[in-house]
């Protein structure tokens, strides 16, 4: 959910892609299981030959959002370079230094 929420995740016909890269090989089983549990859809479905952006849903952004706070960690997109999300403790630590 965290790399869907970032943003650069797309369906293209080899399979999906995170900015470009071909992901991991454990992640497409996921990517489809959030499809399948409706926490995500295709930005573009009917859009042929283009890769298809992968975006959460209404309730795929609700349950990212719960679990993000369970976990404590920073959920600003504008924040984020793509990597992982930081831990806000550590994010704040910075701040004030």
Do not use: I, N
């Amino acid at each position: 959910m965290r790399r869907v929420h970032e943003g650069g995740v797309a369906l293209h016909a080899s399979g999906y892609v995170h900015w470009g890269l071909k992901v991991p090989c454990y992640l497409p089983e996921v990517f489809d299981r959030l499809a399948d549990a409706e926490l995500t859809e295709l930005l573009d479905p009917d859009h042929s030959g283009e890769p298809r952006r992968v975006v959460p849903t209404s309730r795929g952004r609700s349950r990212y959002q719960e679990l993000s706070a369970k976990h404590d960690v920073c959920l600003d997109p504008e924040q984020s370079s793509g990597a992982c999300s930081v831990p806000r403790k550590t994010t704040q630590r910075r701040a004030e230094t």
